[in-house]
């Protein structure tokens, strides 16, 4: 039984570029969710989706970032004019169902680099 | 508001020493999960225990042990006899009821075991 599969796992763009982050969660779960890793930091809830939904997006930064997780295929963080200081590590995790009772799994994460 | 304090932000001790990471707590519910993540320098997420808020049982698996206690809002973890394996970033994290189940974590603490 896989895991939660991110790819790439290593990302360089240049500033202005978009950034694409695929996650795919493990077979069975319909739940989502990313997070984001400063240098030297915790990890920060950024958005919780559910299959064509997105249920939370509170920690989500107003402008350039967008997040989807459509029907079929997986789900995508997307950083559109990427700054300096979208440099981090970008989890997914992923969970067979809502409420605490349920797991949340995590990928190997996204390293995104813009130089 | 949910809120999690790791006071400190690096330890390093001698390989087979003790060592006990600390884990300070705030939530306004009754119903939570706390949750260990290690961090190896490799980068990825490695869950190593969950505990619910109704089972203040201290738990112990192999050198690892967790002190639960709700009265100081406290969740510490205790390395016994530490390996230069257990070298990584520790993060303690809380997940709290009502629906979507993002985790809020700690800054972490950076341990680092010398042979």
């Known amino acids: 039984n896989a895991g939660v599969m991110q790819n790439p796992r290593h990302l360089v763009r240049r500033r202005g570029q978009e950034a694409r982050l695929r996650c795919s969660p493990m077979k069975g779960h319909s739940h989502v969710y990313w997070y984001r890793q400063l240098p030297e930091e915790g990890l920060k809830f950024m958005v919780y989706l559910q299959k064509e939904n997105i249920i939370d997006e509170s920690g989500m930064p107003k402008e350039r970032f967008s997040a989807e997780f459509p029907k079929e295929g997986p789900s995508i963080l997307r950083i559109q004019q990427v700054v300096r200081g979208d440099s981090a590590a970008y989890f997914c995790?992923?969970?067979?169902?809502?409420?605490?009772?349920?797991?949340?799994?995590f990928g190997p994460g996204t390293r995104l680099t813009v130089t | 508001a949910q809120k999690v304090t790791q006071a400190q932000t690096e330890i390093s001790v001698v390989e087979k020493e003790d060592v006990t990471l600390d884990c300070v707590y705030e939530t306004r519910d009754t119903t939570y999960y706390l949750f260990w993540y290690k961090q190896p320098p490799s980068g990825e997420l490695v869950f190593l225990i969950r505990r619910n808020s109704f089972d203040e049982q201290n738990e112990i698996s192999g050198r690892y042990s967790w002190n639960f206690q709700k009265s100081t809002s406290s969740f510490n973890f205790t390395i016994t006899a530490s390996q230069v394996v257990d070298s990584a970033v520790y993060f303690c994290a809380l997940s709290e009821g009502q629906g979507a189940q993002k985790l809020v974590f700690g800054q972490g603490t950076r341990l680092t075991i010398n042979p």
């Open positions: 995790a992923s969970s067979p169902g809502r409420g605490l009772t349920s797991q949340q799994y």
